[in-house]
């Protein structure tokens, strides 16, 4: 750990040996009982959720207020709990999901009774009362313990006399104990709210292979489709080009005795047609794998594109070779988002952005133009299933008024 | 390959009225012109199936040539028109072209076993005078294949060929296409007497029955082939 860097709030916990004493550990120390300041104030607003949640199941059966009621309570829990899930996950080093059944798709007044049927809601009201009772006092006492001293001193100075002796012998054990006790008790608590609101690995599990059948069926769609418009792309142009040349070369070869002229001008109409058959041709070739990606990779080839978009982008993406399909897919997905930068968002410079980890590849492009760039355009969807296919994904903000980032993350492990 | 052709396409042939229907307009530009190269006026070019199917209803022309794909569903309505106005108006001639063969389609053109049909690779207008002889020839109520279906068919068959010699073979190939002995002859370069010594081999072989006329011949050759 640098000197420079203070450690952040939420870094990992660890079990470190408690003796030698030393200032890092002090540190640690101080830091960790802050949090656990932070997991006993969030008692109060669990308790009074935990509190609504029962008003709610009271109320809803008999009268619409219950629903209403739920409305507000059940976003509010699952806001209080998401913070706890994130600081709890940053805690142990690990993401810890809701596994919330997915209700947004329906009409507002009917998810508070899909919300009943959902495990990881009941969970979410579980936790509230633990963290409103057990988890309160489990996070109270190393502040308490830190805080006794201080406690002992106001009743020392205010008593005076014998109390004094009371200060001392008792502010020693409560400090060894704040010393040794802060760290496991902190990553208990953020072990047991794993425990609690994390969703079970067979449900994880679930969804994950539900999220993967959809994309599997999804990529099978796009291919299909991409297949067709190459075979579309290919009848339609250069194969019915060529066609052409060869009757045109066909009718000149009867005409060239008895109409030279004729003859001539049909061989220069094929001759044209022969380019524009090898143009079609090319272009169809950069629709299946550009010969700049398979030459420069996905560095090169985004430099390429952003010339040859008619507004200036500045690019910086410095990316290794990856494999083809990753390449290809984060290709096509950068190439769709400049194309509507230079079709819809009147911008005067846009920036490509593109970093690998070794992990994960993050591809950004931005703009500064009008925003309002609809996410569920056909463009932008066809982006997202190109990178769903990766298990990858596309966020974009585009606010009216702008600007627009469309930020790409395609996880990618390279041995 | 003027050898090849049994009409002839010099001058003085019957003037041929046909409807074109083709959607790239690149190609409907260089088929009228061939076309009418050799004495077939197009009273009428279209560019998609629902024209195509008015201009079969007029009774003022004497052949329909046309692209398998036609808009507005680019699969097979060009296809489709053909086998349709044979149904309505059987023996019309029909000269059906492709940018790829394939011998399903040419089975549901034959099917109907009048002859006057035609079905050809697009490359092969390219070879001007035998496109030409071979719109006459379906004109005349012949019978017209691509050598690649004829080819797939003969691979299809594989075994049973085997009780042809390399030349029987090679004649049965030309039969299928929808040659006569005469155009045989003059592709193999034997005489025309030798060329109907092997097609009475290969009919006695195959177990064919003997047609006297080149039609009827083409439609036993292609209905075998095919396996009925």
């Avoid at chain 1, 998401?82 to 810890?96: F, P």
């Avoid at chain 2, 030409?132 to 075994?159: H, I, K, M, N, W």
Wanted: proline fraction near 6%; hydrophobic fraction near 45%.
């Amino acid at each position: 750990m640098t000197d420079f860097e203070p450690m952040p709030l939420l870094a990992p916990v660890h079990l470190d040996h408690p003796l030698p004493v030393s200032g890092d550990k002090l540190l640690d120390r101080w830091r960790l009982t802050l949090v656990a300041a932070g997991y006993a104030l969030s008692g109060v607003p669990s308790l009074v959720l935990a509190i609504l949640t029962v008003l709610c199941l009271c109320l809803g059966p008999a009268l619409g207020v219950g629903v209403l009621l739920a409305l507000l309570v059940f976003p509010a829990v699952a806001g209080l709990t998401h913070l706890h899930r994130t600081a709890s996950g940053r805690l142990l080093g690990r993401e810890i999901s809701a596994g919330y059944v997915e209700t947004a798709h329906l009409p507002t007044l009917v998810r508070p009774i899909r919300w009943l049927r959902d495990p990881a809601r009941w969970r979410n009201v579980g936790f509230l009362w633990f963290s409103a009772t057990g988890g309160f006092a489990m996070s109270l006492l190393p502040v308490a313990l830190l805080t006794m001293p201080v406690t002992w001193f106001i009743i020392a100075v205010a008593g005076g006399g014998w109390t004094w002796l009371l200060f001392l012998v008792l502010s020693g054990p409560a400090l060894a104990a704040w010393w040794f006790v802060t760290p496991p008790l902190v990553r208990a608590r953020a072990l047991t709210e794993r425990a609690m609101l994390g969703s079970s690995r067979v449900a994880d599990l679930e969804q994950r292979v539900e999220h993967v059948e959809e994309s599997r069926a999804e990529t099978l769609d796009h291919s299909a489709a991409e297949v067709r418009r190459i075979e579309r792309d290919l009848h339609d142009g250069a194969q019915a080009r060529i066609a052409s040349v060869g009757m045109s070369v066909g009718l000149a070869e009867k005409l060239v005795r008895t109409d030279p002229e004729a003859a001539a001008a049909l061989l220069r109409e094929a001759r044209e047609t022969t380019v524009s058959a090898l143009d079609d041709l090319r272009s169809v070739v950069r629709g299946i794998h550009p010969p700049v990606l398979a030459d420069r990779g996905l560095s090169g080839a985004v430099e390429a594109l952003a010339l040859a978009l008619p507004v200036p982008v500045s690019v910086a993406v410095d990316i290794p070779r990856l494999p083809e399909p990753v390449e290809s897919a984060a290709y096509f997905a950068v190439a769709e988002c400049l194309a509507n930068v230079a079709k819809h968002a009147h911008a005067a410079r846009a920036w490509v952005t593109g970093s690998y980890d070794g992990d994960r590849l993050r591809l950004t492009v931005g703009d500064d133009g009008h925003g309002g760039a609809d996410p569920r355009g056909s463009g932008l969807v066809g982006v997202a299933r190109r990178l769903d296919a990766f298990d990858g994904n596309l966020r974009v903000h585009s606010p009216a008024g702008g600007p627009t980032v469309c930020e790409m993350e395609v996880p990618c492990r390279t041995t | 390959m003027p050898d090849d052709v049994t009409n002839g396409s010099g001058g003085g042939e019957r003037p041929l009225r046909a409807v074109l229907a083709e959607d790239q307009a690149l190609l409907r530009v260089g088929l009228t012109r061939i076309l009418e190269s050799g004495a077939v006026s197009v009273v009428e070019a279209v560019d998609n199936a629902p024209s195509l199917t008015r201009a079969l209803a007029r009774d003022d022309i004497d052949i329909a040539v046309v692209d398998v794909r036609l808009p507005p569903t680019h699969t097979t309505e060009g296809l489709e028109a053909a086998v349709a106005v044979r149904a309505a108006r059987p023996g019309f001639p029909v000269l059906v072209l492709s940018q790829w063969v394939e011998p399903l389609y040419a089975r549901d053109l034959l099917a109907g076993g009048e002859g006057s049909v035609g079905y050809l690779l697009k490359d092969r207008v390219a070879d001007v005078d035998a496109f030409l002889a071979a719109v006459r020839q379906v004109a005349d109520g012949g019978t017209v294949l691509d050598p690649e279906v004829v080819a797939s068919l003969v691979s299809a068959r594989g075994r049973p060929l085997d009780r042809l010699t390399d030349r029987e073979r090679e004649v049965l190939t030309l039969m299928a296409e929808g040659r006569s002995n005469a155009a045989i002859a003059a592709r193999l370069v034997v005489t025309e007497k030798a060329v109907g010594k092997h097609t009475n081999n290969i009919f006695t072989k195959l177990d064919l029955p003997q047609a006297s006329d080149d039609n009827r011949r083409v439609l036993a050759v292609l209905a075998w082939l095919d396996g009925q």
